[in-house]
Every structure is written in C-alpha cells, then in structure tokens.
C-alpha cells in the first residue's frame, strides 16, 4: 500500500488560509483608508423610497435595478441621497436604518458602503486565489504523473 503526501494540501490550505486573511485584511484596510483621507463621518440614514427597475436587453435577458432613497441629518438639515445596488444577503427594506458616510464640507458627498460590499469583494479575491493555488498543486500533481 502506498503512503499518500498529504503536505501539499496542508500547504495549499496554508496559503489559502493566507490569502484570505490578506485579502479581507486588504478590502477593510482600502475602505478604511479611503474614509479617513477624505475626512468622511459615519451618520445613520434612513431608506425612506426603494424603487424597481426592469430592462430588458436585445436578447431578451432582462435584469434587476434597485434604487434605495436613504434620508440622513446634519446639523439639523436633512439631506437624500439615491443608491443603486443589490443584495447578495436578505433585503434593505423600508425604514431601514443604514450607515451612511458623508463629507462634512459637502454633506451632500456620500459613501454607501455596507460589510457585504466589504465581503463580496474579499469572496472575489478568496476564489481566484484559491484557484491560483488549486491550479499551482493540480499542474504539479500532473508533471509528477507524466514522469
């Protein structure tokens, strides 16, 4: 019977784990460094109108727009913003309190960002890196095969 390798898998799962870490590490770190560098505060908003669109292109395929209204205060002032996007988890719903990030010499300068933008981001970095290092061990795997 013959003893099987297992030190390439514990050698991918290593840099998998790697890059996960440097991948949301990375994500959290430019989000972060954005906000700072252009002074934005953190406020609470207020979805106040979501509206639907559907467009339909020459093929037929149609697709789904969001549009969420999202009311926050300054001062004392009410300012709107308009957002589009989707959810990858649950819903935004009526009344929903969201954080809004906004530049205190132009209130009317904002950021919707929300952690599933943080987290799709780091999925995204999370597979290709993980199919980077499947397709180093995979390639690898076959020269040792073919010798």
Not at 96 to 116: C, G, M, R, S, W
Request: glycine content about 8%; hydrophobic content about 35%; some cysteine.
């Amino acid at each position: 019977m013959e003893k099987q390798d297992y030190s390439p898998y514990i050698i991918g799962g290593v840099a998998l784990l790697f890059v996960v870490v440097l991948c949301f590490g990375t994500a959290t770190w430019i989000l972060c460094k954005y906000l700072k560098a252009n002074d934005y505060v953190k406020t609470q908003g207020h979805v106040i109108d979501i509206e639907e669109e559907w467009t339909t292109d020459n093929e037929g395929d149609s697709s789904r727009s969001v549009f969420y209204t999202i009311e926050f205060e300054v001062d004392g002032q009410k300012y709107r913003t308009t957002t589009t996007g989707w959810k990858i988890f649950g819903r935004t719903y009526l009344g929903e309190d969201v954080n809004v990030y906004y530049n205190p010499q132009n209130p009317k300068d904002v950021l919707h960002k929300k952690p599933v933008d943080i987290l799709l981001s780091t999925v995204c970095y999370i597979v290709s890196g993980g199919c980077a290092i499947s397709a180093f061990f995979v390639s690898r795997k076959y020269a040792k095969l073919k010798k």
